[in-house]
């Protein structure tokens, strides 16, 4: 390898404080203002994962230059303003650039393969432009210059597409331990990288679902635990890295366990718990049983469900998050769906409705971005169906469609799905084609085997209704899919 890819360490640069983005941020605190963020996002059909930290970090001065996403919506928020007028500086400054630059220069020969965004070979999976533009903006947000080599070295390690790249964060460090190297201790670049590549996962898997995600997801994966192994230069970023080595295997698993992956998904989730129990980290270790909870009841063990998230649930109650504890309450009532006790569903699921109704609050973990109103009653359905309520469960599916944001994609095809379902098990076999056809107009942009499996539950239910024409129609168009690999 040559030695020219490596930067040899520099001197630190205090960074200079974003004194106008604090004057824009007003009385609002960090995390209102990190909301106020999100929502704008949601105006202009852009996803980002903005939480107080980030707002901190802009502030701080450590973000010198926003990604692309960030841009737009910031510039949505102030009109009128430019970038300069936020106080970020212009964006041909940032050394991401040109280094990157150089870097797509090299040959292939070279240790660092270039982004290829022709290569079609697995580039269905992150077939929006708009997200090639934004993984390749991920290491163009940092200043200093080691933490931006650390950056772009590793998201340029993973491979030739931009969608494997995204989910191959910090590959020098895995290509040091796997030649023998000693790996050097972990630093903040590190740390932010990790954190990154958490958020990027979760964002492709809203927009297309998991399938395709998790072929690429265990090499960032191994390369967080051999960061852990590597140690860290301070306890601070000890504590990132743990919690982010424990969130990236929840992703993970979480990738497993929507395409179909029980085994693999239920082997990551066990491994985010050792490391929040590790580490005593009760917010991951909260994390780590309500997707155990999750997985227990979609493998059909319903009792394992419960404990799982009565577990889930001690882990929380001292973090003061009340979504949170409605998302894990639901968890419960998953499990005792499963057991067929009703009453034990009915106590949960009001359990969930009163944490709900007590409103979001800063202490809500960042990875809860996807819980609202329309998971809450998409969940609620999933309970109805699984005791055999289908017009109950039909009223919560058709509610949680009808709530969710489009952009979020991968989970109305799956409220969909869920409605076709419970239309269809509930007698009302037109009205169930109407939304299976919904669900096929989104799988072009959604490749989940757990939706999958749902249409192809619905269309065996249907097929004694071929003679009605869109009943026809929906199974001739689900007979002439491609069959998920």
């Excluded at 982004?115 to 580039?123: E, K």
């Excluded at 949960?348 to 329309?374: C, H, N």
């Excluded at 085997?449 to 003679?467: E, F, N, Y």
Aim: aromatic share 6%; with cysteine; proline share 5%.
């Amino acid at each position: 390898m040559a030695s020219s890819t490596v930067t040899s360490a520099q001197p630190e640069r205090p960074p200079r404080p974003n004194l106008a983005f604090r004057r824009l941020r007003g009385k609002r605190s960090p995390a209102e203002f990190a909301a106020a963020v999100r929502r704008a996002a949601r105006e202009i059909g852009e996803r980002v994962s903005c939480d107080a930290r980030y707002v901190g970090r802009v502030e701080a001065g450590e973000i010198r230059c926003p990604n692309y996403a960030y841009e737009r919506v910031f510039l949505h928020m102030f009109p009128g303003r430019t970038l300069t007028d936020l106080g970020f500086a212009p964006r041909s400054s940032v050394r991401g650039r040109q280094a990157r630059a150089t870097v797509e220069s090299r040959g292939a020969g070279e240790p660092y393969d270039t982004y290829d965004t022709h290569d079609v070979g697995d580039t269905q999976d992150v077939g929006d432009t708009q997200d090639l533009e934004d993984l390749q903006d991920l290491y163009e947000t940092h200043d200093n210059n080691e933490e931006s080599d650390v950056l772009r070295r590793a998201f340029m390690t993973s491979g030739a597409t931009v969608a494997a790249a995204s989910l191959g964060p910090l590959g020098l460090a895995l290509d040091a331990a796997a030649a023998g190297r000693p790996t050097r201790r972990a630093g903040t670049g590190e740390a932010g990288a990790l954190e990154e590549a958490v958020r990027r996962i979760r964002l492709l898997d809203d927009r297309h679902g998991a399938d395709g995600l998790y072929r690429r997801a265990a090499a960032p994966l191994r390369t967080a635990y051999a960061l852990l192994d590597a140690g860290a230069s301070r306890q601070a970023t000890a504590d990132r890295l743990y919690t982010g080595a424990g969130e990236l295997a929840i992703s993970v698993g979480w990738l497993a366990h929507d395409s179909g992956r029980f085994d693999d998904a239920r082997s990551h989730y066990a491994e985010a718990l050792a490391t929040a129990r590790m580490n005593g980290d009760a917010g991951l270790e909260a994390h780590a049983f309500c997707n155990m909870a999750f997985l227990a009841r979609d493998a059909g063990r319903p009792r394992e469900a419960v404990r799982a998230a009565q577990a889930a649930q001690r882990a929380a109650r001292p973090l003061g998050s009340h979504r949170l504890m409605s998302l894990l309450a639901l968890r419960e009532a998953g499990g005792w769906a499963g057991l067929a006790d009703r009453v034990g569903c009915e106590q949960a699921l009001v359990r969930a409705q009163t944490f709900y109704g007590r409103g979001p609050s800063d202490t809500d973990p960042e990875w809860m971005s996807f819980y609202g109103e329309a998971e809450l009653e998409g969940l609620e359905a999933q309970c109805w169906s699984t005791l055999g309520d289908w017009p109950r469960a039909a009223r919560h599916a058709r509610r949680a469609a009808d709530l969710q944001d489009p952009h979020f994609t991968r989970n109305l095809a799956l409220y969909s799905a869920e409605l076709a379902d419970d239309l269809a098990r509930g007698g009302h076999p037109d009205e169930a084609a109407g939304a299976g056809m919904r669900v096929l107009d989104l799988l072009g942009e959604v490749q989940s085997s757990r939706i999958h499996t749902m249409l192809a539950g619905t269309t065996r239910v249907l097929l004694p209704h071929r003679r009605s024409s869109g009943v026809s129609a929906f199974l001739d168009r689900h007979a002439a899919l491609p069959r998920p690999a």
